[in-house]
């Protein structure tokens, strides 16, 4: 089976940077997709067909993948941006089914 | 924009069948190019797919649990149902159905808000 290995955690302060990755085999040959999960809510889907935004997602979440790694950057840092945030891809290497990444906990220091 | 929402137990029993149903508003199931899915999260975990059905009918699962789930739609009522067999405490978890539409492979863009289902005696 696919499998998507993220950080456990990211640390970051306002107004800075912060970095997810997401590695699985050959990564950049698929359609990535990124949701963003806060307590006790529902997942949100921030970043779709690697580097998409659905309206009403700040400018400030980009995606990127090359190779066996994809990259979900957040710029400018809010508070409000804590919160789990997963990768996603549809493993087509039989019957197709949805994978998701290990998942990565965003700290806003 | 679609809504989405569980309805079903809160408390299975070991060995018996976990049946949950999501109801769909705000358009029509039958459209094309949309899959409907099911996904858990045991307390304080990642999430896990659980398997999907194609506006065609096609259904397709995560190969860990084939053996024991099946997805399907009810169109008339705009609603599509998991069952679960044979569960254990390991399926404790909060169950979210959702759909997905896009070209190709396309992302999950709607939530329902979950549902608890604790499987215990």
């Known amino acids: 089976s696919y499998v998507l290995t993220q950080p456990p955690s990211v640390s970051v302060a306002p107004g800075k940077t912060a970095r997810i990755t997401c590695e699985g085999n050959?990564?950049?040959?698929?359609?990535v997709h990124w949701s963003q999960q806060k307590p006790g809510q529902a997942p949100l889907l921030v970043i779709y067909?690697?580097?998409e935004r659905p309206s009403g997602i700040p400018g400030r979440f980009s995606g990127s993948h090359s190779g066996n790694t994809a990259t979900l950057t957040i710029s400018r840092v809010e508070a409000g941006d804590e919160a789990d945030y997963y990768c996603?891809?549809?493993?087509?290497?039989?019957?197709?089914?949805?994978?998701f990444g290990t998942g990565t906990k965003v700290t806003v220091l | 924009q679609l809504q989405l929402q569980e309805s079903g137990p809160g408390l299975v029993k070991p060995s018996e069948t976990l049946s949950l149903t999501c109801n769909v508003s705000?358009?029509?199931?039958?459209?094309?190019?949309?899959?409907w899915g099911w996904i858990r999260q045991p307390p304080g975990k990642g999430l896990e797919w659980i398997g999907s059905?194609?506006?065609?009918?096609?259904?397709y699962y995560n190969p860990s649990l084939q053996s024991r789930v099946t997805i399907s739609v009810d169109t008339s009522k705009n609603q599509f149902s998991l069952t679960l067999n044979s569960v254990t405490a390991a399926d404790t978890a909060v169950y979210f159905c959702?759909?997905?539409?896009?070209?190709?492979?396309?992302?999950?863009?709607?939530w329902g808000q979950g549902t608890l289902v604790t499987v215990s005696s």
């Open positions: 959702a759909s997905l539409g896009g070209s190709g492979w396309p992302p999950i863009d709607n």
């Open positions: 705000g358009g029509y199931m039958y459209t094309s190019s949309y899959y």
């Open positions: 059905i194609y506006y065609s009918g096609s259904t």
């Open positions: 050959n990564i950049g040959s698929k359609s």
């Open positions: 067909y690697d580097r």
């Open positions: 996603q891809v549809w493993d087509i290497s039989s019957d197709p089914y949805y994978v």
